[in-house]
């Protein structure tokens, strides 16, 4: 991802999460704090997904449409913020690439897990690569998700 595709990906986030608006900010923050966690996926010229992850810390997931700051000094997750394609696509194997990709990084990183948000009716979805449900301990940031949302994690090997 560069900051030329920032406004197709504001885009398709607009598209794809109606009900998770996020600011340009947002997406220009995580791509300049950690560029290699910042994908994105072209067909023909055009922006048809995309993912988002950084180094994190455990204790809660950021606030939906919050920045960041600056990442911790010592990550112990790699954050998957968001991972989001076109309907045409889903169900043939890319975002299961960015996924390894990205869980790939973590390990790199010497990351012991991956975490997530699991928006309302997704957890499944989750559960089934492997994350499983955390409590956090500031379950503040969480609530921004919406009532139904779910922090989960994977451990990664290492």
């Known amino acids: 991802m ?17 009900d998770h608006p996020e600011d340009r900010e947002v997406f220009a923050e995580r791509l300049a704090l950690h560029p290699a966690g910042c994908l994105v996926l072209e067909a023909d010229g055009a922006v048809c997904g995309y993912a988002l992850a950084h180094p994190w810390s455990i204790v809660a997931p950021p606030a939906l449409n919050a920045r960041l700051g ?15 394609l076109i309907p045409a696509l889903r169900g043939a ?8 990709i990205l869980l790939g990084q973590a390990s790199a990183l010497g990351l012991p897990r991956a975490t997530l948000v699991a928006i309302a009716g997704k957890q499944g979805h989750w559960a089934r690569r492997g994350f499983h449900l955390l409590a956090p301990r500031d379950p503040a940031p969480l609530r921004s998700y ?13």
Do not use: N, Y
């Open 2 to 18: 560069t900051a030329a595709c920032l406004p197709a990906v504001l885009a398709l986030a607009d598209a794809v999460h109606p």
């Open 70 to 84: 600056r990442l911790p000094v010592r990550p112990d997750t790699l954050h998957l913020h968001d991972i989001a």
């Open 93 to 100: 194997g890319q975002a299961a690439a960015a996924l390894e």
């Open 146 to 158: 919406g009532a139904c949302a779910s922090f989960m994690a994977k451990p990664l090997p290492g």
